[in-house]
């Protein structure tokens, strides 16, 4: 309950791309091998998310729009030690209460489903309908009900790239999935979802960069890191290349980003950033939420040692290509 206070709703859903967020974690959640996502207009338009996963139980439709019906977390700390990424059971009532929800979802395999279309937190259709197995969530009319909010939303291209950069480390933090996203009909980004973290970084990032990754791998007592870094000569002039997956999560953490830089030593350009992706793994104990879990930002107990333990094992990387 505490851990739920902490959390206001309205501090859920601050712009399009905390809805993507939201809704690409449930597909993710619900065992989804492809998720595609349709974006009209930076999301302030329109905002869509199939998936191929488990779907909603004719049972449970209504109740996952209830706030707190599916809780699953009683402390910040368990934020780690849950295998699913949602946990507050808050992202679909909330995004209920400031726009319109249509969705259309299949739990059977049986061909069998549900239309479900939500506005202003209410059910305003409810239908049995036919629909493969899976999810398929769209939100239009974002934040029509607090215009306040849809004041502080920026250009299409500002919304865009904050979607953008969230799905492009989800496909890297899970590239067992197919990922496709489309805005306003271009195609932005299709991975194959063969589970090959290089062949996703050719889909983000292009081919060369793809060539010029290292392999990281490293183990400690408490650490597991693998993943990617690039070689010095690919630098990027902006830190959107930049990836830490922790324990399966894509999380921000300054510090984590300096120590890889620090990594390169000399050899990276001033104003110049790499490009690595990082899954680390240690026991939940060893990390915990900061602030905000919608944030992605978190807390290490041994900072220091796994600082210089990244630091480590990159540098280590790097030598070993270039010798
Ligand atoms: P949480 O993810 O914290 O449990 P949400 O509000 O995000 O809460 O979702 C509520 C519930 O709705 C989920 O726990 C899940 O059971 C169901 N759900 C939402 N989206 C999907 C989806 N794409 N596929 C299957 N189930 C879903
Ligand atoms: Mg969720």
Known sequence: EHIANQIAAGEVIERPASVMKELVENSVDAGATRIDITVKEGGLELIRVQDNGSGIAAEDCETAFQRHATSKISSGRDLFHIRSLGFRGEALPSIAAVAKVRCVTSAGGDGLGRLLVMEGGRVREYADIAADQGTDMTVTDLFYNTPARLKYMKTVQTELGHISDYIYRMALAHPGIAFSLRHNDNLMLQTNGDGDMRQTAAAIYGVSIAKALVPVEGESPDYRVTGYTAKPEVTRANRYGMTTIINGRYVRHFGLNQAVMRAYHTLLPINRFPVFMLRIEMDPSLVDVNVHPAKLE??????????????????????????
């Open 298 to 323: 978190v807390r290490f107990s041994k900072e220091t040692e796994l600082l210089a333990w990244i630091e480590q094992e990159v540098r280590r990387a790097l030598g070993a290509m270039s010798h």
